[in-house]
């Protein structure tokens, strides 16, 4: 299989991308999800969320202090 870069990859082989999904070849082609929740039913006008590529997660955050997180209620993903 050849992945949107350009990159081969074996069947039956698993990966993660850049922005974090992750794939699997197989003879049928290339299948990719994503690896991670996305935050919803949180105070927007309060909190903030921030994606880390690294880890692959979001936090939420309060806009004007990153160093108190906010209650999520509900991630889709």
């Keep these: 299989c050849r992945d949107?870069?350009?990159e081969l990859h074996e069947f039956d082989?698993?990966?993660?991308?850049?922005?974090c999904h992750d794939c699997?070849?197989?003879r049928d082609g290339i299948d990719c999800c994503s690896s991670f929740a996305?935050?919803?039913g949180y105070n927007e006008d309060k909190c903030v969320s921030i994606f880390n590529?690294?880890?692959c997660t979001y936090k939420v955050v309060e806009k004007d202090?990153?160093?108190?997180e906010c209650p999520v209620h509900n991630w889709v993903g």
């Design 4 to 6: 949107s870069k350009g």
């Design 13 to 19: 082989s698993h990966w993660r991308t850049d922005d």
């Design 24 to 26: 699997s070849c197989s």
């Design 38 to 40: 996305t935050p919803a």
């Design 53 to 55: 590529k690294e880890t």
């Design 65 to 68: 202090d990153h160093s108190k």
